[in-house]
């Protein structure tokens, strides 16, 4: 049914003609379009909750590149703004929370979200799906249990995650707590994603990368293999498929590969040729262009891309993508040329 | 000659009856009588330059815990500011240049420095070696070649490292040209706090794990094995061992290792006991307690230390450090806490 299936085939370990490519935070503040539009919302969060501007903001990188998937516009903190903490943004200091948790009582009364307070994230999706009309799969995401603790207790981005960090010391039980409420909501939001039409699923556990490798295991890593487990893996006939990708988790990629998950994210620190020798064909590939590159000159973006492909090497496997997000200085027409040059250059090891 | 010689002992990998500890940042803003000091000084940079006031807050952290070395109270951007880059500190936002390099020619026409222009780090030197009277031994220390490229590149601290990484990417012979000045500049100066009475190096490669794998053998890696090649390894009788650390090089230990370092310092992200099996006897290994953990409470404290020094095992080539710098929001009296438990549950894996 899908028109370009290049990603979905990929992360099946199904042969494709080249290496498919989408780009973490594609939808965003590097596309005059996109800024346009947030304009018109009037904020940040005001754009993910309005399903019309979600769907335009969602197809505009697919207007200009030939990318290969299209993912949702939203933000990973809709589920704990959905369990009563307040989520707002002040411009240039990212995400914070009205009420954060910090007291114990906060804690115990933390719930899974009342489904009906994350429709819009639903609708936004399916709204999507029709638009696209099966051009390319539209992937759905969340953010991982231990990354939507640290912004509900930080009540905000934090450098050294102290607030959270002194709490999985001092108090592990009580962040053990909000864990397991936040892995029952991950699960079932991601469900009703891939019942609202999401034919792929990213969880990204952008702070994991912080703990030591004992914390990691505990509060982040278990956490991602019940959320894996608990993921529909067909939807009708269509096989759904999961990506995990720790930032920072290049010391970890045999655990995480063992958690069940379909493909692992890596970010750009890692030698993805070396990550595949470790990984072995346990799971997919995606990523892992430093999105500093695309500071450069296309040239240079052409050469940096062909590194990439030349150290993951022959076969499927590798889903194309930067190690991080795209950065909001990035010239736009940069990341076509990378577009360009991944399906070009590719082509020579399938 | 020196009274308590355990740190040289464990970095020469000669048995020590405990395991040495010292802390990274350990004259820093979580004592009050460091912040009276800088106080009187009027800033931090003044601070550095005043070696009677340097020689005071070097020496406070002795007077309160029982560390077994003493780290010279500097700034690893004082080789940049002597370069002419005019280097300044505003309150809560950390260093800057008045001068960062930007331009072909000004990159062209950067030098080492005159080493009249780091007299005052060496005056301190001397004179905190003399207050210490060979109780313990003096650490001598400078950043990396890339480190202090980024912070001349970039004009001070940054997120994303989007100015050097640009440079990195689209002219990256001007980049070769800032680290082989630094890198000749640097290595002269540690050999200077050698002639002057340090009698251990450690070399802080805090920015190298942003870059790709490649991307650190090529810029970042390359230039600390020349420095570390130029190091005078003696001091007249005295062996003067070497502590590279890169945060964030998890990855890349068994590169690291292989420079010629005497000691690899790690981040807390890393197992120790993995390290160790990666690195086997090349190396000395230093870290590596997340400094998180000193926010959490004194019993929690113990038991993190315990965990590291048991993963790390039985025998020598351990020096007990955070794996980064001590956060100024640590209770002091948790430092203490620290020190006194790698000294005691120390002994039973020596």
């Known amino acids: 049914m899908l028109k370009n299936d290049t990603l979905i085939r990929a992360l099946k370990r199904e042969p494709t003609p080249y290496t498919p490519v989408w780009i973490m935070r594609q939808a965003g503040r590097y596309l005059p379009e996109y800024n346009q539009a947030r304009t018109r919302a009037g904020n940040f969060l005001a ?201 920072g988790g290049g010391l970890w990629l045999e655990e995480i590969a063992a958690i069940g998950c379909d493909a692992l994210g890596i970010d750009w620190t890692v030698d993805i040729g070396a990550a595949r020798k470790r990984v072995g064909d346990r799971v997919v590939l995606q990523g892992n262009l430093d999105p500093a590159v695309l500071f450069a000159h296309p040239k240079a973006i052409r050469e940096q891309a062909r590194r990439v492909l030349a150290a993951f090497g022959d076969g499927g496997g590798h889903v194309f993508n930067l190690g991080h997000g795209v950065s909001q200085f990035t010239p736009p027409e940069h990341v076509g040329a990378l577009v360009d040059a991944v399906h070009e250059l590719s082509r020579a090891y399938h």
Chains 1, 2 share one sequence.
């Open 47 to 247: 754009l993910c909750k309005n399903p019309d501007l979600a769907t335009e903001v969602t197809l505009q990188p697919l207007a200009r590149f030939a990318l290969d998937a299209a993912i949702l516009f939203s933000d990973i903190l809709t589920i704990p703004d959905a369990m009563g903490l307040g989520l707002y943004f002040v411009e240039g200091e990212g995400p914070k929370f009205e009420r954060p948790l910090r007291d114990e009582w906060e804690i115990r009364n933390l719930f899974a979200p009342d489904p009906e307070h994350l429709r819009y994230v639903l609708d936004a999706l399916k709204q999507v799906r029709r638009a696209l009309a099966n051009e390319v799969p539209l992937i759905g995401f969340a953010g991982s249990p231990f990354t939507l603790a640290c912004y509900m207790v930080e009540g905000g981005a934090s450098a050294d995650l102290r607030t959270v960090k002194t709490m999985l010391y001092s108090r592990p039980e009580l962040l053990h707590h909000i864990l397991d409420v936040n892995c029952r909501a991950i699960t079932a939001y991601l469900n009703a994603q891939i019942e609202a039409g999401a034919q792929a699923i990213m969880i990204f556990d952008t702070w994991g990368g912080m703990l030591s490798t004992d914390a990691y295991r505990e509060f982040s890593l278990n956490y991602l293999q019940r959320v894996v487990a608990g993921l529909k893996r067909k939807h009708g006939a269509e096989t759904v498929p999961n990506i995990v990708f720790t930032k």
